[in-house]
């Protein structure tokens, strides 16, 4: 089976993981394909870098790295950097969040299409590895 679904945010991403979990876990359901059309309409660029919320966040979510108790965010990040930003009045998120946005805007400006960075950027979605096998199509 092959679905796509479109998602952004807490809520997408964890329908995602719902879904995905619900076809792993059903007979005949395992080797489903699942495309996810992540939300961009919420990007921007900040102090020249390009920040991506919710597609980190389905990366973060899917890939096992998310913050649980906020539902977004890298799971363990101090928050240091967000507090330093903040003070200048620039860009609101955490340690490796700003590694990602620093990431994806380097490769942004060397010409890569938004696939090649999703692809590139769940590597370093989950502590330790990328993302789970079949997590998000959009990320193979």
């Not at 964890?14 to 995905?20: A, D, I, K, S």
């Not at 020249?48 to 108790?69: A, F, H, I, K, Q």
């Not at 965010?73 to 490796?96: C, D, H, I, K, N």
């Amino acid at each position: 089976m092959r679905i796509t679904a479109l998602a952004g945010g807490v809520g997408g991403a964890r329908f995602v993981r719902g879904l995905r979990h619900h076809l792993d876990t059903t007979p005949g359901l395992a080797d489903s394909e699942v495309t996810v059309i992540a939300n961009t309409g919420d990007d921007i660029t900040l102090f020249g870098l390009r920040v991506s919320p919710d597609v980190d966040t389905l990366l973060y979510t899917l890939g096992g790295g998310v913050e649980e108790s906020q539902g977004w965010g890298r799971a363990g990040e101090t928050q240091v950097v967000q507090a330093e930003l903040a003070a200048y009045g620039a860009l609101p998120s955490g340690s490796p969040s700003a590694t990602a946005t620093s990431a994806r805007t380097s490769s942004a400006r060397s010409g890569s299409g938004r696939a090649c960075r999703c692809r590139r950027s769940r590597r370093g979605s989950r502590p330790g590895g990328g993302c789970p096998r079949r997590a998000s199509r959009c990320c193979r």
